[in-house]
Each structure stands twice: as structure tokens, then as C-alpha cells.
T-cell receptor, first 113, second 110 residues
Framework: GAVVSQHPSRVICKSGTSVKIECRSL??????MFWYRQFPKQSLMLMAT?????????EQGVEKDKFLINHASLTLSTLTVTSAHPEDSSFYIC?????????FGDGTRLSIL | DAKTTQPNSMESNEEEPVHLPCNHS???????IHWYRQLPSQGPEYVIH???SNVNNRMASLAIAEDRKSSTLILHRATLRDAAVYYC???????????FGSGTQLTVLP
């Protein structure tokens, strides 16, 4: 079946650091990729929708200058958390799709000290 | 956007069938019904989707009410690995975005 690879799986870094998370669709070309965030014991919250070659569409309340999304190809999207602070600590999950369904990565657990 | 309502939690015994209900009384005629599940510390996993007719795949069955205002995900023989949060979602928006509610936490008892 379709596979989405997300890297790294876990990051621990100091406050003020920028962190890049990669999301790759390994065996299909994704027309759309999505980025989600999930805090402990809560559900997934959509952060942004990304199409290859165009600017991402951010959900209300998500700072586009803090969460930079680059969707350079049909198989790769990156999320950069700039100048991360402890409140940005969360589980970040990407998904990719070329229609139905969405295929999810295994997530990146980001811990900011 | 059409919303869904699911029980917060359900329990099942191993190797028995599980029926997970979902209410979506404001569903529109073109809304598909999707089910995903999320195992602990993992990203969600697609389970099944349908529009009007009942659907079967290797993971589960989806029974859709005739008026489409409710649906039921059926796991025919629950295993311990089926313990997860199950989400019933009606994708919306131009990109068919998924809005995750709180889902149903399924506990499978050995």
C-alpha cells in the first residue's frame, strides 16, 4: 500500500532553534500534502494544506511565518518550525494524497527545552 | 461543514465483532463518510470510506443508514491490535480536508 515517510521521528532541541521535518510519499505522487499537530490527549488539528509548487494554505490561528512549509515536488513537503519555543512542543504529523484516502506519516515528536 | 458524533469510548472482547457508531445528521448529498484510526504514538491509518452503499474491505465493513444520517464501522473479529481511536469524518473543503473530532477510543479485552 501507499507509504508516507516522515523524518525525523523525534527531535529534542533548545529553545530558539529552527527544526525542519520532512514528509515524503514513497510510492506515489501526491497532489496534496497536509500538516497536522496533535497535543497530548487531544485530537489532530490541521495546520496547513500544501500543493506542489504553490503556497500553502494555513488554517486560522496558525502563524505562517513560524511554520514554514515548502512543497518542492510531488513527493516531498517540509515543515520548518522557526525559532521554536517550549509551547511548540507537540506531535507533528503529515499526510499525502492523490485523491482518496490520505496516507499519514508516523509523526514527529518535537520537544523544545 | 457537516459534523459527526461518536461515543467517547467502547470496549470489546477479543475475537468478537465490534460495531462503532457515528451520527452525521447534517450530512449533504455529496459528502463521503470516511473512517480512520490512530494507534498510540502513530499517525492515523485509513480504514474505509463510502457514500451510500455498504462497503467492505480487508480491514472492516461500513454500514450506511438509508437516510445517510448515521453509519456504523464493523470490525468482524476484534484483535488486540485493533485497540485505537477511531475517527468518523466527512471530508470538506476544496482539498477534501479532514477535520478530526475526538473519535471513539476502542479498548479490546483479551
Amino acid at each position: 500500500g501507499a507509504v508516507v515517510s516522515q523524518h525525523p521521528s523525534r527531535v529534542i532541541c533548545k529553545s530558539g532553534t529552527s527544526v525542519k521535518i520532512e514528509c515524503r510519499s514513497l510510492d506515489f505522487q501526491a497532489t496534496t500534502m497536509f500538516w497536522y499537530r496533535q497535543f497530548p490527549k487531544q485530537s489532530l488539528m490541521l495546520m496547513a494544506t500544501s500543493n506542489e509548487g504553490s503556497k500553502a494554505t494555513y488554517e486560522q490561528g496558525v502563524e505562517k511565518d513560524k511554520f514554514l512549509i515548502n512543497h518542492a515536488s510531488l513527493t516531498l513537503s517540509t515543515l520548518t518550525v522557526t525559532s521554536a519555543h517550549p509551547e511548540d512542543s507537540s506531535f507533528y504529523i503529515c499526510s499525502a494524497t492523490k485523491g482518496i484516502p490520505q496516507h499519514f506519516g508516523d509523526g514527529t515528536r518535537l520537544s523544545i527545552l | 461543514d457537516a459534523k459527526t458524533t461518536q461515543p467517547n469510548s467502547m470496549e470489546s472482547n477479543e475475537e468478537e465483532p465490534v460495531h462503532l457508531p457515528c451520527n452525521h445528521s447534517t450530512i449533504s448529498g455529496t459528502d463521503y463518510i470516511h473512517w480512520y484510526r490512530q494507534l498510540p504514538s502513530q499517525g492515523p491509518e485509513y480504514v474505509i470510506h463510502g457514500l451510500t452503499s455498504n462497503v467492505n474491505n480487508r480491514m472492516a465493513s461500513l454500514a450506511i443508514a438509508e437516510d445517510r444520517k448515521s453509519s456504523t464501522l464493523i470490525l468482524h473479529r476484534a484483535t488486540l491490535r485493533d485497540a485505537a481511536v477511531y475517527y468518523c469524518i466527512l471530508p470538506s473543503g476544496s482539498a477534501r480536508q479532514l477535520t478530526f473530532g475526538s473519535g471513539t477510543q476502542l479498548t479490546v479485552l483479551p
